[in-house]
Protein backbone atom coordinates (compact mmCIF):
# COMPACT_ATOMS: atom_id res chain seq x y z
CA UNK A 1 0.00 0.00 0.00
CA UNK A 2 2.77 2.32 0.71
CA UNK A 3 4.65 1.62 -2.45
CA UNK A 4 1.52 2.29 -4.09
CA UNK A 5 0.91 5.50 -2.38
CA UNK A 6 4.45 6.56 -3.14
CA UNK A 7 4.20 5.94 -6.99
CA UNK A 8 0.79 7.46 -7.26
CA UNK A 9 3.02 10.79 -5.52
CA UNK A 10 5.44 10.49 -7.87
CA UNK A 11 3.26 10.50 -10.48
CA UNK A 12 1.68 13.39 -9.46
CA UNK A 13 4.67 14.97 -9.07
CA UNK A 14 6.16 14.59 -12.49
CA UNK A 15 2.56 15.81 -14.11
CA UNK A 16 3.09 18.64 -12.30
CA UNK A 17 6.69 19.04 -13.54
CA UNK A 18 5.56 18.50 -17.01
CA UNK A 19 2.53 21.16 -16.77
CA UNK A 20 4.80 23.84 -15.41
CA UNK A 21 7.40 23.02 -18.11
CA UNK A 22 4.96 24.05 -21.19
CA UNK A 23 6.40 27.64 -22.20
CA UNK A 24 4.28 30.51 -22.12
CA UNK A 25 3.43 32.35 -25.54
CA UNK A 26 4.32 36.00 -26.23
CA UNK A 27 2.57 37.18 -29.05
CA UNK A 28 5.72 39.35 -30.91
CA UNK A 29 4.02 42.87 -31.58
CA UNK A 30 0.67 41.08 -30.52
CA UNK A 31 -0.78 39.14 -32.90
CA UNK A 32 -0.97 41.07 -36.13
CA UNK A 33 -0.17 39.03 -38.82
CA UNK A 34 -3.82 38.68 -39.68
CA UNK A 35 -6.60 40.65 -41.59
CA UNK A 36 -7.30 43.57 -40.03
CA UNK A 37 -4.33 43.48 -37.31
CA UNK A 38 -1.33 45.21 -37.59
CA UNK A 39 2.22 45.55 -35.65
CA UNK A 40 1.66 47.53 -32.33
CA UNK A 41 -1.70 47.85 -32.96
CA UNK A 42 -4.55 48.22 -30.46
CA UNK A 43 -5.84 45.33 -32.44
CA UNK A 44 -3.04 42.96 -32.07
CA UNK A 45 -3.17 43.45 -28.73
CA UNK A 46 -7.15 42.48 -27.98
CA UNK A 47 -6.68 39.82 -30.62
CA UNK A 48 -3.17 38.00 -28.85
CA UNK A 49 -5.61 38.62 -25.78
CA UNK A 50 -8.72 36.93 -27.64
CA UNK A 51 -6.70 33.87 -28.55
CA UNK A 52 -5.63 33.50 -24.71
CA UNK A 53 -1.87 34.31 -25.91
CA UNK A 54 -0.02 34.55 -22.02
CA UNK A 55 1.30 38.06 -23.05
CA UNK A 56 1.70 40.69 -25.94
CA UNK A 57 4.92 41.99 -26.53
CA UNK A 58 5.51 45.81 -27.76
CA UNK A 59 7.56 49.00 -28.05
CA UNK A 60 7.64 52.27 -26.94
CA UNK A 61 9.14 55.28 -27.47
CA UNK A 62 9.60 58.74 -26.44
CA UNK A 63 8.56 61.88 -28.67
CA UNK A 64 10.52 65.04 -28.21
CA UNK A 65 7.53 67.25 -26.56
CA UNK A 66 8.39 63.91 -23.39
CA UNK A 67 5.07 61.89 -25.05
CA UNK A 68 5.26 57.85 -24.78
CA UNK A 69 4.08 56.27 -27.82
CA UNK A 70 4.09 52.31 -29.20
CA UNK A 71 5.94 51.57 -32.41
CA UNK A 72 8.49 49.46 -33.27
CA UNK A 73 10.80 51.11 -35.59
CA UNK A 74 12.30 54.43 -34.89
CA UNK A 75 10.49 56.33 -37.21
CA UNK A 76 6.92 55.76 -38.64
CA UNK A 77 6.20 57.73 -42.52
CA UNK A 78 9.84 59.11 -42.52
CA UNK A 79 9.26 60.78 -39.00
CA UNK A 80 11.95 60.11 -36.29
CA UNK A 81 9.75 59.73 -32.96
CA UNK A 82 12.38 60.97 -30.97
CA UNK A 83 12.98 64.19 -32.68
CA UNK A 84 9.18 64.67 -33.91
CA UNK A 85 6.43 66.24 -31.35
CA UNK A 86 3.78 63.91 -30.81
CA UNK A 87 1.18 66.01 -32.39
CA UNK A 88 2.67 64.51 -35.73
CA UNK A 89 3.41 60.61 -34.41
CA UNK A 90 -0.02 60.38 -32.79
CA UNK A 91 -1.92 61.65 -36.37
CA UNK A 92 0.04 58.67 -38.48
CA UNK A 93 -1.61 56.14 -39.62
CA UNK A 94 -1.08 51.80 -39.48
CA UNK A 95 -1.51 49.66 -41.75
CA UNK A 96 -4.52 48.48 -40.94
CA UNK A 97 -5.94 52.04 -40.57
CA UNK A 98 -5.81 52.78 -37.00
CA UNK A 99 -3.37 55.69 -36.11
CA UNK A 100 -0.11 55.08 -33.99
CA UNK A 101 -1.31 54.67 -30.32
CA UNK A 102 0.02 56.56 -27.28
CA UNK A 103 1.09 54.10 -24.50
CA UNK A 104 -1.49 55.69 -22.25
CA UNK A 105 -4.04 54.72 -25.11
CA UNK A 106 -2.52 51.04 -25.26
CA UNK A 107 -1.92 50.59 -21.29
CA UNK A 108 -6.33 51.40 -21.07
CA UNK A 109 -7.09 49.25 -23.12
CA UNK A 110 -4.55 46.67 -21.54
CA UNK A 111 -6.35 47.23 -18.23
CA UNK A 112 -9.68 46.21 -20.00
CA UNK A 113 -7.90 42.23 -21.06
CA UNK A 114 -6.02 39.85 -19.07
CA UNK A 115 -3.38 38.98 -21.18
CA UNK A 116 0.35 40.00 -19.73
CA UNK A 117 2.84 43.05 -21.00
CA UNK A 118 6.02 42.31 -22.14
CA UNK A 119 7.29 46.37 -22.38
CA UNK A 120 10.29 46.88 -24.46
CA UNK A 121 11.82 50.17 -24.18
CA UNK A 122 13.74 50.77 -27.64
CA UNK A 123 17.55 52.31 -27.76
CA UNK A 124 17.13 56.01 -27.82
CA UNK A 125 20.09 58.11 -29.54
CA UNK A 126 19.70 60.58 -26.61
CA UNK A 127 20.60 58.62 -23.51
CA UNK A 128 19.10 61.07 -20.40
CA UNK A 129 15.88 61.43 -22.89
CA UNK A 130 16.10 57.31 -22.67
CA UNK A 131 16.62 57.41 -18.84
CA UNK A 132 13.62 60.15 -18.76
CA UNK A 133 11.81 57.33 -20.92
CA UNK A 134 12.08 55.08 -18.25
CA UNK A 135 10.89 57.04 -15.29
CA UNK A 136 7.55 57.41 -17.28
CA UNK A 137 7.25 54.32 -18.33
CA UNK A 138 7.38 53.09 -14.69
CA UNK A 139 5.00 55.86 -13.37
CA UNK A 140 2.31 55.60 -15.95
CA UNK A 141 2.07 51.17 -15.59
CA UNK A 142 1.97 51.81 -12.10
CA UNK A 143 -0.78 54.14 -12.36
CA UNK A 144 -2.42 52.15 -14.50
CA UNK A 145 -2.03 49.53 -11.60
CA UNK A 146 -0.90 47.07 -14.30
CA UNK A 147 3.06 46.32 -12.37
CA UNK A 148 1.97 42.44 -11.70
CA UNK A 149 0.80 42.28 -15.14
CA UNK A 150 4.38 43.70 -16.72
CA UNK A 151 7.52 42.74 -17.51
CA UNK A 152 10.74 44.89 -19.41
CA UNK A 153 12.38 44.37 -22.19
CA UNK A 154 15.74 46.79 -23.71
CA UNK A 155 18.70 46.15 -26.32
CA UNK A 156 19.90 49.37 -24.47
CA UNK A 157 22.56 48.81 -21.39
CA UNK A 158 21.60 52.42 -20.10
CA UNK A 159 17.77 51.65 -19.97
CA UNK A 160 18.70 47.99 -18.14
CA UNK A 161 20.58 49.66 -15.67
CA UNK A 162 17.63 52.40 -15.15
CA UNK A 163 15.20 49.66 -15.05
CA UNK A 164 17.24 47.76 -11.98
CA UNK A 165 17.48 50.76 -10.00
CA UNK A 166 14.00 51.58 -10.31
CA UNK A 167 11.78 49.08 -10.29
CA UNK A 168 11.59 45.11 -8.34
CA UNK A 169 9.46 43.87 -11.75
CA UNK A 170 10.48 41.18 -14.51
CA UNK A 171 14.15 42.91 -16.41
CA UNK A 172 14.84 40.89 -18.99
CA UNK A 173 18.26 41.65 -21.04
CA UNK A 174 17.85 41.30 -24.99
CA UNK A 175 21.82 41.04 -25.70
CA UNK A 176 22.94 37.54 -25.45
CA UNK A 177 25.59 38.25 -22.58
CA UNK A 178 26.20 34.69 -20.62
CA UNK A 179 23.98 33.76 -18.08
CA UNK A 180 26.85 34.73 -14.81
CA UNK A 181 26.97 38.19 -16.43
CA UNK A 182 23.03 38.45 -16.50
CA UNK A 183 22.91 37.52 -12.82
CA UNK A 184 25.62 39.86 -12.10
CA UNK A 185 23.66 43.05 -13.34
CA UNK A 186 20.61 42.23 -12.12
CA UNK A 187 18.70 41.10 -14.54
CA UNK A 188 15.39 38.26 -14.02
CA UNK A 189 15.76 36.72 -17.42
CA UNK A 190 17.34 36.77 -20.91
CA UNK A 191 14.91 37.33 -23.69
CA UNK A 192 17.65 36.01 -26.42
CA UNK A 193 17.73 35.38 -30.19
CA UNK A 194 17.03 31.50 -31.09
CA UNK A 195 20.28 31.69 -32.40
CA UNK A 196 22.11 32.72 -29.42
CA UNK A 197 20.64 30.08 -27.77
CA UNK A 198 21.05 27.57 -30.66
CA UNK A 199 25.17 28.49 -30.02
CA UNK A 200 25.12 27.79 -26.59
CA UNK A 201 22.52 25.44 -25.60
CA UNK A 202 23.82 24.96 -22.11
CA UNK A 203 22.82 28.58 -21.05
CA UNK A 204 19.47 27.41 -20.64
CA UNK A 205 20.31 25.01 -17.79
CA UNK A 206 22.49 27.36 -16.74
CA UNK A 207 19.89 30.20 -16.71
CA UNK A 208 17.39 28.23 -14.63
CA UNK A 209 19.78 26.89 -12.16
CA UNK A 210 20.29 30.68 -11.19
CA UNK A 211 17.25 31.10 -10.94
CA UNK A 212 16.79 33.01 -13.83
CA UNK A 213 13.36 33.25 -16.52
CA UNK A 214 14.70 31.99 -20.47
CA UNK A 215 12.40 33.94 -22.90
CA UNK A 216 13.29 32.81 -26.49
CA UNK A 217 12.48 35.41 -30.44
CA UNK A 218 11.34 35.42 -32.59
CA UNK A 219 10.31 31.81 -33.03
CA UNK A 220 7.35 31.32 -35.35
CA UNK A 221 8.66 27.91 -37.75
CA UNK A 222 7.82 24.59 -36.78
CA UNK A 223 11.09 23.34 -36.39
CA UNK A 224 12.27 25.92 -34.00
CA UNK A 225 9.20 26.34 -32.16
CA UNK A 226 9.74 22.40 -31.09
CA UNK A 227 13.61 23.05 -30.19
CA UNK A 228 12.02 25.58 -27.42
CA UNK A 229 9.69 23.49 -26.27
CA UNK A 230 12.23 20.88 -25.74
CA UNK A 231 14.79 22.93 -24.84
CA UNK A 232 12.69 23.98 -21.49
CA UNK A 233 11.62 27.68 -22.74
CA UNK A 234 9.72 29.49 -20.12
CA UNK A 235 8.17 31.83 -23.09
CA UNK A 236 8.58 31.48 -26.66
CA UNK A 237 7.59 34.94 -28.91
CA UNK A 238 6.08 34.33 -32.09
CA UNK A 239 4.36 35.93 -35.06
CA UNK A 240 2.62 32.29 -34.97
CA UNK A 241 0.84 32.68 -31.54
CA UNK A 242 -1.70 30.02 -32.32
CA UNK A 243 0.83 27.57 -34.51
CA UNK A 244 2.50 27.56 -31.07
CA UNK A 245 0.00 27.06 -28.94
CA UNK A 246 -1.37 24.14 -30.80
CA UNK A 247 2.32 22.68 -30.60
CA UNK A 248 2.43 22.46 -27.11
CA UNK A 249 -0.80 21.32 -26.43
CA UNK A 250 -0.37 18.17 -28.84
CA UNK A 251 3.56 17.66 -28.37
CA UNK A 252 5.20 15.31 -31.15
Known amino acids: ?37 AQNSIRALIKADSIQCDACEFDVWLTADK ?52 LEIKPHKNREHEKEAVKMILDLVKAKELETRTSYITFSRNAFDELVKQTNCPILYLNGVAPDVLKKIGGTGADYHINVFKKNPEWIKQLHDSGLEVNIWTVSEPEEIQWCIDHGADYITTNNPELVQKMIKDPL
Open 1 to 37: MKRKLVFICLMGILVTLTVNAQPKVVAHRGYWDIEGS
Open 67 to 118: KLVVNHDDHINSYVIETTSSDTILNQKLKNGEYLPSLDQFLDVAKRLTIDLV
